[in-house]
């Protein structure tokens, strides 16, 4: 006996506190708020790794994109990925656009950035290679015209997608967003369910919705051919918030991983998993 309970009595209790509540959230924070060490740089011209120009940095709490260093853009198109791949889960990213386009960037480049899921390994893509072989989570802002400019719109730079039950190859497909003009903070949110389905929510509003994605399509160069198995499945890589020219910031990048264990007697159970992992059970 122990205090009064037996061994077996205070295994059960313990086991109880444990599974307590398997219905709260548990989102990982993926930035910090305070340094990069989690995240990977990779600029088109450079090894991953080379954060060239100081072009990701963080300055008052804030993950900020700029390109003081950098004269002419030419056409170096950066990333930084966070450190480990993901299947299933819900993204959710804080973000605003700021200041000036960068000197001789594209126009179609102006107030747009993104986030890149089911992104291959940076350590895989050459120095010259322009994008990740991913799916896009476009982010664009208004040009204060008046014309409708929908962020949250998917782009797919070397893969295909079906969209509204038909494989459609278009490049970029408009989201139903609203427009975003000035420098105002939007929150956009992706479930990712490996390759069946993704949708896209702006400030809790679901704006699109895809499914089936596999590698294909074009609006990619520079990569690999191996990593590019055209019509085969995506379900799975990376996260990269991108570096297209127009400085940006993000004051959150978080995560709720839906893989994990499913079996409600381990004590890491959660009941919001969708996608099993046996092995991470604690039993």
């Known amino acids: ?42 600029i088109r011209g450079y090894p991953a790794g080379e954060n060239f120009s100081n072009t990701f940095y963080v300055e008052n709490g804030l993950m900020s994109v700029g390109y ?19 299947s299933h889960y819900r993204l959710l990213v804080e ?17 747009n950035s993104g986030v890149m899921i089911h992104a291959q390994d940076p350590a ?12 896009e989570v ?10 409708a400019r929908p962020t949250a719109n998917l782009c797919s730079p070397g893969t295909n997608v079906e969209y509204q039950g038909k494989l459609d190859t278009t490049h ?4 139903s967003s609203p427009t975003f003009d000035g420098d105002q903070w939007v929150t956009v949110e992706a479930l990712v369910l490996g390759s069946e389905r993704v949708v896209h929510y702006v400030n809790g509003e679901a704006v699109i919705e895809y499914a089936n994605t596999t590698y294909g399509g074009g609006v990619v160069s ?21 570096s297209e020219s127009h400085p940006i910031q993000f004051r ?29 059970c604690d039993l």
């Open 68 to 86: 003081e260093g950098y004269g002419d853009y030419d056409e170096r198109f950066g990333h930084v990925f966070y450190k480990h791949p993901f």
């Open 1 to 42: 006996m122990i205090s009064g309970y037996s061994a077996a009595g205070v295994i059960l209790l313990l086991s109880s506190v444990c599974q307590a509540q398997p219905d709260v959230e548990d989102w990982i924070e993926l930035y910090n708020g305070q340094d990069l060490d989690d995240w990977v740089v990779k």
């Open 138 to 147: 476009q982010f664009l802002g208004g040009l204060g015209d008046g014309k």
């Open 95 to 111: 973000y605003r656009f700021t200041g000036d386009q960068a000197a001789n960037a594209p126009g179609w480049a102006t107030r």
């Open 252 to 280: 959150r990048v978080a995560l709720l991983n839906l893989s994990g264990c499913m079996q409600p007697a381990a004590s890491n159970f959660k009941s919001y998993y969708v996608e099993p992992d046996p092995e991470s």
């Open 124 to 135: 895989t893509m050459p120095d010259d290679q322009d994008f990740p072989i991913s799916l």
């Open 222 to 242: 520079g990569h690999r051919a191996e990593m590019k198995p055209d019509g085969e499945p995506i379900s799975s890589g990376y996260i990269a918030l991108q």
């Open 172 to 175: 970029c497909i408009e989201s």
